[in-house]
């Protein structure tokens, strides 16, 4: 079992920037891919990116590429999701997941954090 808790949301305002936090309790934490997603109101939940277990890989939605960045700490058992010049358009619930597997579906993870809101005004 593996539960994720984001932190670091909250409002701020166009070309700004936030640090989002996923502590996990998981003894494995080192063995599990991580990504983050989100989603807007009325909108499908979206790929931001992923790390490998180790941290040796990252990918990321064009929509993020070169504004977002994604690390991990294995001995805190945290990822991290680092984002600069935000857009309004990244207003969001922000969520991190946990597999054993890379994929950009949403349906290929099975453990969620419970979301944290990012809120950026122009």
């Known amino acids: 079992q593996v539960q994720l808790v984001e932190s670091g949301g909250g409002s701020v305002q166009a070309g700004g920037s936030l640090r989002l936090s996923c502590a996990a309790s998981?003894?494995?934490?080192?063995?599990?891919?991580m990504v983050w997603f989100r989603q807007a109101p009325g909108k499908e939940r979206e790929f931001v990116g992923g790390i490998s277990s180790n941290g040796g890989s990252t990918s990321y939605a064009d929509s993020v590429k070169g504004r977002f960045t994604i690390s991990r700490d294995n001995a805190r058992n945290t990822l991290y999701l680092q984002m600069n010049s935000l857009k309004p358009e990244d207003t969001a619930v922000y969520y991190c997941a946990a597999g054993r597997y890379y994929s950009s579906n949403y349906y290929n993870y099975a453990y969620w954090g419970q979301g944290t809101q990012v809120t950026v005004s122009s």
């Open positions: 998981v003894r494995t934490f080192s063995s599990y891919v």
